[in-house]
């Protein structure tokens, strides 16, 4: 018996999911939700970002769909602070930070040198507001709408089949850098309002996103280039000098690779489950990601855990610790282990992904989840806490709640729907037990 399909490991699943979702709770402030320092309060250096604020509406918004009482409340402070603060009035758009404090007026101040658009911010949006929607909170269906305008006005290039970084406040000029990073978030959000709106066009964008994604990394080995200009070309070398730098590392990201492979099944679920064609690069770009960013960087310097960044062959560059790049991991053994079972693979192929589920979850709980849902962020090469400035809720509870929730969900649809569809503890295909539509589709 797998662990995940035990009553008992998915009780200490359940457990923790709703230690997370408390712990979350202090991120509360009254224009969205906050980053934490180590000691679980509100961090009044860091300002009030957009994409935290929006992870949190989808993260509470799935609380809802459990049934954790006190979600509802913070989902719906989630969509004001969203349409009230971050909404910029004269442009359009969402501003990527603001300040803690309101002007004399009541109104949001943006943060010096945020009041910038970034697609990666608005992917978020665009997750949180789905979610609301699926579960059928205030305001939710409404913020969808025009988060899904917005995207279709500036982000979504068709020509390109990707989306693009970044405008200035007023949309004139946008960034030459293009990055996957930013378009990964966006694939994950395609493909959530693809099932609540039962559009098929974000789920062809979804996939157009994967289909590069799939070729430019089989040309690198399956390690997948981050950076590149204008016109979707890598730039391997980007940040070489500067190898540390948070947003745009050098080399390859050991947690997109994970994040990739995992939406890549998700997409491939997808397909299946709408009777659309099936390509079969995304199982094999799935599963050779996977494994590559798993020779690459478990364990490769003698200790438990994944370095964060490695290079073109292979060797880790940044070899800190980091707890996101864990629950990706995690929840990439998931969706490896449950696509393998559907796809009748070999009792050996499905136990190398238990394996692989256990000691990685067996990491996770002893350095990364402190009881009571806090997490430490950042470890060093030999898994000490490092105490830096990284050790702030930056990336607050969201990775850890869809890694502890995984294995309790088919791989389609994805969170919000599949809860919303009351499929959670039915992991493996069934007819759903009620189906649910949204106002307005």
Same mark, same amino acid.
């Given at each position: 018996m797998f662990w995940f399909d035990s009553i008992e490991h998915n009780?200490?699943?359940?457990?923790?999911?709703?230690?997370?979702?408390?712990?979350?709770?202090?991120?509360?402030?009254?224009?969205?939700?906050?980053?934490?320092?180590?000691?679980?309060?509100?961090?009044?250096?860091?300002?009030?970002?957009?994409?935290?604020?929006?992870?949190?509406?989808?993260?509470?918004?799935?609380?809802?769909?459990?049934?954790?009482?006190?979600?509802?409340?913070?989902?719906?402070?989630?969509?004001?602070?969203?349409?009230?603060?971050?909404?910029?009035?004269?442009?359009?758009?969402?501003?990527?930070?603001?300040?803690?404090?309101?002007?004399?007026?009541?109104?949001?101040?943006?943060y010096q040198g945020r009041d910038d658009k970034r697609s990666y911010s608005h992917a978020f949006l665009l997750l949180g507001a789905a979610s609301a929607t699926a579960a059928d909170r205030i305001g939710a269906h409404e913020l969808m709408q025009e988060a899904i305008r917005d995207n279709d006005l500036h982000w979504w290039d068709q020509e390109a089949g990707m989306v693009c970084e970044s405008f200035n406040r007023d949309y004139s000029v946008c960034e030459d850098y293009r990055g996957l990073n930013s378009n990964m978030h966006m694939v994950e959000a395609y493909m959530l309002v693809a099932q609540v709106t039962n559009d098929s066009r974000w789920?062809?964008?979804?996939?157009?996103?994967?289909?590069?994604?799939?070729?430019?990394?089989?040309?690198?080995?399956?390690?997948?280039?981050? *950076?590149?200009?204008?016109?979707?070309?890598?730039?391997?070398?980007?940040?070489?000098?500067?190898?540390?730098?948070? *947003?745009?590392?050098?080399?390859?990201?050991?947690? *997109?690779?994970?994040?990739?492979?995992?939406?890549?099944?998700?997409?491939?679920?997808?397909?299946?489950?709408?009777?659309?064609?099936?390509?079969?690069?995304?199982?094999?770009?799935?599963?050779?990601?996977?494994?590559?960013?798993?020779?690459?960087?478990?364990?490769?310097?003698?200790?438990?855990?994944?370095?964060?960044?490695?290079?073109?062959?292979?060797?880790?560059?940044?070899?800190?610790?980091?707890?996101?790049?864990?629950?990706?991991?995690?929840?990439?053994a998931v969706t490896m282990l449950r696509a393998a079972q559907q796809d009748g693979a070999s009792a050996e192929v499905v136990d190398h992904y238990e394996h692989c589920y256990r000691a990685w979850l067996d990491f996770a709980y002893e350095h990364f989840l402190v009881r009571g849902g806090r997490i430490v962020?950042?470890?060093?090469?030999?898994?000490?806490?490092?105490?830096?400035?990284?050790?702030?809720?930056?990336?607050?509870?969201?990775?850890a709640v869809q890694a502890v929730l995984l294995p309790r969900l088919p791989l389609s649809p994805v969170f919000a729907m599949a809860l919303a569809q009351g499929l959670l503890d039915k992991p493996l295909p069934e007819e759903p037990s009620r189906k649910k539509r949204f106002g307005g589709f």
């Open positions: 009780r200490w699943l359940s457990a923790c999911l709703q230690d997370l979702l408390d712990y979350g709770r202090k991120s509360e402030v009254k224009t969205g939700f906050a980053c934490l320092d180590r000691n679980g309060e509100v961090d009044l250096e860091q300002p009030i970002q957009l994409y935290l604020t929006a992870r949190m509406v989808h993260v509470f918004s799935l609380g809802v769909l459990l049934g954790v009482p006190g979600c509802r409340r913070l989902v719906e402070h989630g969509i004001r602070c969203l349409n009230q603060y971050f909404r910029d009035p004269d442009n359009g758009g969402w501003f990527d930070a603001i300040e803690h404090e309101l002007d004399q007026d009541g109104k949001a101040i943006p789920t062809e964008r979804a996939i157009r996103i994967l289909e590069r994604v799939a070729r430019v990394s089989r040309e690198y080995n399956w390690r997948i280039p981050e *950076h590149y200009d204008s016109d979707w070309q890598p730039l391997l070398g980007y940040n070489r000098d500067n190898p540390q730098e948070t *947003h745009r590392a050098y080399g390859s990201d050991v947690g *997109h690779s994970f994040m990739f492979s995992r939406l890549m099944l998700e997409a491939r679920a997808m397909l299946k489950t709408t009777n659309k064609e099936v390509p079969e690069w995304l199982s094999e770009a799935a599963t050779e990601i996977f494994e590559r960013a798993r020779e690459d960087a478990w364990r490769r310097d003698g200790a438990p855990g994944f370095a964060f960044t490695v290079d073109w062959e292979g060797k880790p560059i940044i070899r800190d610790r980091q707890a996101w790049v864990q629950f990706e991991a995690i929840g990439a962020h950042r470890l060093s090469p030999e898994n000490q806490p490092l105490d830096l400035e990284n050790q702030k809720l930056r990336d607050s509870v969201y990775h």
